[in-house]
């Protein structure tokens, strides 16, 4: 789970939607430093989570920038996600736009701002409720590798890939393939996505890492969205996460998997697929999933499975998303 836990209330049915149209871009801006995103656009400060106080009648949200003051807001009842919501419970989306220094959210006598790092939503009874700017963090965010893990990154060299390319002490997303290769293993990986709030869909901070060579956890700025096979935590083409616990752009996040190899017998024929537990930023999203596929799209490796053993694959899809302390736990 993930650190500061928020345990929150919704409030669903008291907030509707306004729709505005974003300017379209044909260069989307983009930011890979926090601190400058910070500086030179406003946005930047007003997207990620909110919540209010105390332990009855709360209310979690998620705040997405959509790009020159454009935004939409995820109320959510129970909580932020991996703290209180759960899918079976409501998740209302609000638009807005930045209007004299307030973010607006409008509709008949219900209205929500955002200004000065909180957010006020007023009921139609008069009521007011509000949520404090909140950032959390994973868990396993800096976790040190255990005795027997292989370091195939630490910050100081790319010595352990092939095609690696590091910047600023940090691995990008490249197309680099691990030199060595594994049958079953425990990994951790650390990435953050850029900040891209005019980009939308796969073109938001997509990139993926392929376990075994072949199938692909996928890595994507879809922070606040429903949670598809095609968004963060998702195993792409096989199953979408349990939830999505996705955390805002340039926030470094975490994933943590536990990879049970392909079974052959002593003919060579495949007798069990592979199965996979994945942790995204500490929570668990996928429990013991079978991979009943050979390769998912884009794989390096696309052909009939035949080994027990590959690589790791972080993938290139034309973003600057970077990594920091990869290791693996083979295993025995």
């Not at 429903?226 to 926030?251: F, H, Q, V, W």
């Not at 973003?319 to 302390?325: H, I």
């Amino acid at each position: 789970m993930l650190k500061k836990r928020c345990i929150l209330f919704g409030v669903g049915a008291l907030l509707t939607t306004v729709t505005i149209t974003a300017q379209p871009k044909s260069e989307p801006r983009l930011w890979t430093d926090p601190e400058v995103a910070l500086r030179e656009d406003p946005d930047f400060a007003v997207q990620g989570e909110y919540r209010s106080s105390g332990d009855k009648g709360v209310v979690g949200a998620q705040v997405v920038a959509l790009g020159m003051g454009q935004f939409e807001m995820y109320v959510l009842e129970g909580g932020l996600p991996g703290a209180g919501w759960e899918p079976a419970l409501s998740r209302t989306l609000v638009k807005g736009e930045r209007k004299d220094g307030k973010i607006a959210f409008v509709e008949g006598n219900i209205s929500s701002t955002i200004e000065n790092g909180a957010i006020s939503l007023i009921k139609a009874d008069g009521a007011k409720v509000t949520l404090n700017r909140t950032e959390r963090t994973s868990p396993t965010l800096n976790a040190k590798p255990p005795e027997g893990a292989v370091v195939l990154f630490d910050g100081s060299s790319i010595d352990a890939w092939l095609n690696g390319k590091m910047e600023s002490g940090f691995m990008m997303a490249v197309g680099s393939t691990s030199k060595q290769q594994f049958g079953d293993y425990k990994l951790h990986v650390e990435f953050r996505t850029p900040y891209k709030p005019d980009a939308r869909s796969q073109k938001r901070g997509n990139s993926g890492i392929y376990q075994s060579g072949r199938w692909e956890t996928q890595i994507l700025d879809s922070f606040g969205l429903e949670g598809k096979d095609n968004e963060c935590g998702g195993i792409y083409s096989i199953a979408k996460p349990r939830l999505n616990m996705c955390l805002p752009p340039l926030t470094w996040q975490t994933y943590d998997v536990d990879f049970t190899a392909a079974k052959f017998d002593a003919a060579g024929q495949r007798i069990a697929w592979p199965r996979i537990t994945v942790r995204l930023n500490g929570v668990l999203i996928h429990e013991d999933r079978e991979l009943i596929k050979d390769f998912t799209p884009a794989a390096p490796i696309s052909k009939p499975l035949t080994s027990p053993e590959g690589p790791i694959f972080l993938q290139q899809h034309d973003n600057p998303v970077a990594f920091r302390n990869i290791w693996i736990v083979p295993g025995k």
